[in-house]
C-alpha cells in the first residue's frame, strides 16, 4: 500500500510508503490519510499519531503526474487543493492527540507543509526541508504561509518562503523548525519512543492541554485565561486526576484511563 496506518500501543502510525518517488503523495493517498486521521480522532485507544515517509524520504509533495490530470484553469488548480489537499490541514486541525513528524530526508514543498502542519517534527542530520514553491512559479500552496511563521518567526517564514532555500536537519533544530535531533537508523524508534511516553500521560489532559495552545494563539489574553479556567475545572474533576495526585503521593507511576 502506497499509505500504511497502524496502531500499536496507543500510537498510530501513518507511514507514506512510495520511496522510489521519495513519497510524494497521490490523490488516492489522500483519501487513504484524510481515512487515516479521521479513525485516529475518533479511537479513544490512539492516544498519539506520528507521521514519517519510507525509504530514507519524508514527503516530496504531490505527484506531478496527478497535477497533469486537472484542467488548466484557475478555478479547477484552486477546487484541487481546497477538495484534495486542504482537508487533510482541517482534520490535522481537529485532531486533538499529540501529532509528531519524523523526518529522516527530503521534505520539500506540500511535504514541508504537511511536516509543519504537525505538532512536532524530530528530524535526522540527512532532513532536507524547503518551501520550494516559487522555484517552480508557485506559492505555498498548503498551509506553508501560515504554519511557518508561527514556528519560526516571520521574517525568517518570509526568508524561506521566498527563497525556497534548503534547511538540513541541524539548521531546522537551531531555528527551532525541528524539536529534537536523532540520528538516521533511530529516528523512527526514539519517535514512536516518545508518542508512546505521549500516550503515558493522562490523555484528557494531553488533549486540554494541546486545545489551550492552539486556540490561544490566535486570541487575546483575556481568552485563553478564560479558556484555560474551564479546562482545569474539567481537569480537575476527572479520575485522572485524582489517580494522579495519589499516584505523586505515594511515589509511583499513575494508571491512567483517560477519564
Known amino acids: 500500500m ?43 485507544n490512539v492516544r498519539a499519531l506520528v507521521l514519517a515517509g519510507a525509504g530514507g524520504s519524508f514527503c516530496s509533495g504531490v505527484e506531478l503526474a496527478e497535477l497533469q490530470t486537472i484542467a488548466d484553469t484557475p478555478l479547477a488548480h484552486k477546487y484541487m487543493l481546497t477538495r484534495r489537499v486542504h482537508p487533510i490541514a482541517r482534520l490535522v486541525e481537529e485532531l486533538d492527540k499529540p501529532l509528531i513528524a519524523a523526518v ?29 514553491y516559487i522555484k517552480v512559479g508557485l506559492v505555498p500552496g498548503d498551509g506553508g504561509a501560515h504554519y511557518l511563521p508561527r514556528i519560526v518567526g516571520e521574517a525568517k517564514a518570509l526568508e524561506l518562503l521566498m527563497t525556497g532555500d534548503m534547511v538540513d536537519g541541524e539548521e531546522a533544530l537551531r531555528i527551532g523548525l525541528a524539536t529534537k535531533l536523532f540520528p538516521e537508523e533511530t529516528l523512527l524508534d526514539e519517535t514512536l519512543a516518545f508518542a508512546r511516553r505521549l500516550a503515558a500521560m493522562p490523555p484528557a489532559h494531553i488533549q486540554l492541554i494541546k486545545s489551550a495552545v492552539r486556540r490561544g494563539r490566535d486570541t487575546s489574553l483575556a481568552t485563553s485565561l478564560d479558556l484555560i479556567s474551564s479546562h482545569m475545572g474539567i481537569a480537575m474533576a476527572t479520575a485522572d486526576h485524582y489517580e494522579a495526585m495519589a499516584a505523586f503521593t505515594e511515589r509511583r507511576s499513575g494508571k491512567y484511563i483517560g477519564a
Do not use: K, Q
Not at 2 to 11: G, K, P, Q
Not at 107 to 118: E, F, R, S, W, Y
Open 104 to 132: 529522516g530526508g527530503v521534505a520539500v514543498g506540500a511535504g514541508m507543509d504537511m511536516a509543519l502542519m504537525c505538532d512536532m517534527r524530530f528530524v535526522s542530520p540527512r532532513a532536507r526541508f524547503s518551501e520550494g
Open 2 to 44: 502506497d499509505l500504511e496506518y497502524t496502531v500499536a500501543d496507543h500510537v498510530g502510525l501513518i507511514r507514506l510508503n512510495r520511496p522510489e518517488m521519495r513519497n510524494a503523495f497521490t490523490f488516492a493517498m489522500l483519501d487513504d490519510w484524510r481515512a487515516a486521521l479521521r479513525s485516529a480522532i475518533d479511537d479513544d
